[in-house]
């Protein structure tokens, strides 16, 4: 991301910053709701429960440059912070967030710059999700700015997990009592088994409705 650094205004700066992460926030979502009906629209079916988005905060963005060893200026935010701008995208099954990271994959405007699939391979703490970090262009009235996006994709289970250990981690500081840390690797376990089943019986469902569909057939 080019920013303009000639202003006097670290003020001014800063919003600027945030214009930009925020229209490319904006960009994402409405390529997710677009996808979103038209696999409705041919498939009959919505992989997208729901979107979140959110911008960091300057407090947290300077607390991780600071734990890297970094000052605190805005060049080093665009540069070394990636999830400045963060969506996260909730399915219902497993299944969902492949088909969805494949359909951002195949936007031509984005760019893959990195994914992590702590799905395949779960964080020690049980945590999964499946996160990509893209660049979308922002088209400002002057300039066009590819923009930094985390794209973090889960199920509704996962996202349940991921929600409690969060508050976990910060009640404790990120020091919890060992057996609370068990008590959520066990957690995990259960959420995996859970999505699985589910994804199981929801392909039950859906190979049912086509068992169906071809007995309607006139033969």
């Known amino acids: 991301m080019e920013l303009r650094v000639e202003r006097d205004s670290e003020v001014d700066n800063w919003k600027e910053v945030t214009l930009i992460y925020n229209s490319a926030l904006k960009q994402i979502s409405t390529k997710l709701e677009i996808l979103n009906d038209e696999f409705q629209h041919v498939h009959r079916y919505n992989p997208i429960e729901h979107i979140k988005s959110r911008i960091k905060t300057a407090e947290s963005i300077v607390k991780k440059l600071k734990r890297h060893g970094y000052e605190s200026t805005i060049e080093n935010m665009v540069k070394y912070v990636n999830d400045i701008a963060g969506i996260r995208v909730i399915c219902s099954f497993t299944s969902d967030i492949y088909e969805i990271a494949a359909m951002i994959s195949n936007q031509r405007d984005i760019r893959v710059i990195s994914v992590k699939d702590y799905i395949v391979k779960p964080k020690e703490s ?5 996160h990509m970090l893209v660049t979308v262009p922002v088209y ?20 349940f997990w991921a929600s409690l250990e969060h508050k976990i981690h910060y009640k404790f500081e990120g020091n919890a009592p060992e057996h609370i840390k068990d008590e959520l690797v066990e957690c995990a376990k259960i959420v995996s088994e859970l999505d699985g089943r589910m994804l199981s019986l929801n392909r039950q469902v859906q190979n049912g409705r086509l068992e169906r569909a071809g007995a309607d057939v006139p033969r």
Request: charged share 30%; aromatic share 8%.
């Open 140 to 159: 400002l009235s002057d300039r066009i700015v590819d923009t930094k996006v985390e794209i973090q994709i889960r199920t509704v289970a996962m996202d």
């Open 126 to 130: 049980g945590y999964k999700s499946y």
